[in-house]
């Protein structure tokens, strides 16, 4: 009887996919990710934010994760191919107000930091206070991204903090609204 041939199978991993559906209807849209908060201030109705929220974040998103997409008001984010294992889970921020969508995005040619402020809205947690969401995205090396966020006071804009002047319009004076976005004040977390 001839030896028995032994044939090896290889079995890839497959990759996690997992849904989240939101009903915002104000405030921010919080969508956690592995750890990692993506925020959307509220814009319209939950479609419109879904939507707002995969354009602002899908490229930082697929950076670490296969793909995202948005059908309806459902995020659908698909794992690596080597199988990893991740979290995905939605919340409600408390706030008020219906965002514009992102004013601006800011940086330097020459520095791996951009800046992406978003609408004006009211932070009940903040006494009450008006204020613009910022996303800080630092890209030291092309396998590493990191996303900060922090919260610019409208009253900051208004004073000209940081050396710049003041009422500065963040949509259209990049350079002043660089330095309110770099001021030592302002905690990115």
């Known amino acids: 009887m001839p030896p028995l041939a032994v044939?090896?199978?290889v079995i890839p991993a497959i990759?996690?996919?997992?849904?989240?559906?939101?009903?915002?209807?104000?405030?921010?849209?919080?969508?956690?990710?592995?750890?990692?908060?993506y925020d959307q201030i509220f814009n319209t109705d939950a479609n419109t934010t879904v939507a707002d929220w995969l354009t602002t974040h899908s490229g930082a998103?697929?950076?670490?994760?296969?793909?995202?997409?948005?059908?309806?008001?459902?995020?659908?984010?698909?794992?690596?191919?080597?199988g990893s294992a991740f979290t995905l889970a939605?919340?409600?921020?408390?706030?008020?107000?219906?965002?514009?969508p992102t004013l601006v995005t800011t940086g330097v040619a020459s520095s791996p930091v951009t800046?992406?402020?978003?609408?004006?809205?009211?932070?009940p947690e903040l006494a009450g206070q008006n204020g613009y969401p910022v996303?800080?995205?630092?890209?030291?090396?092309?396998?590493?991204?990191?996303?900060?966020e922090a919260f610019l006071l409208d009253s900051d804009r208004r004073a000209g903090a940081n050396g710049s002047k003041a009422d500065v319009d963040i949509k259209t004076d990049a350079a002043n609204a660089l330095l309110l976005l770099t001021n030592p004040t302002l905690i990115y977390g």
């Not at 990759?15 to 908060?37: E, M």
């Not at 800046?115 to 932070?123: K, R």
């Open 115 to 123: 800046y992406v402020v978003y609408g004006l809205m009211t932070i």
């Open 15 to 37: 990759p996690q996919v997992s849904t989240v559906t939101t009903t915002i209807t104000s405030g921010a849209l919080r969508v956690t990710i592995a750890g990692v908060n």
């Open 90 to 100: 939605s919340s409600i921020l408390a706030g008020t107000g219906t965002a514009t």
């Open 135 to 148: 996303l800080r995205v630092s890209e030291p090396t092309k396998k590493h991204t990191y996303l900060d």
């Open 7 to 9: 044939h090896e199978s």
């Open 61 to 82: 998103i697929i950076a670490t994760f296969r793909t995202v997409s948005v059908a309806t008001n459902v995020i659908t984010v698909t794992g690596n191919v080597d």
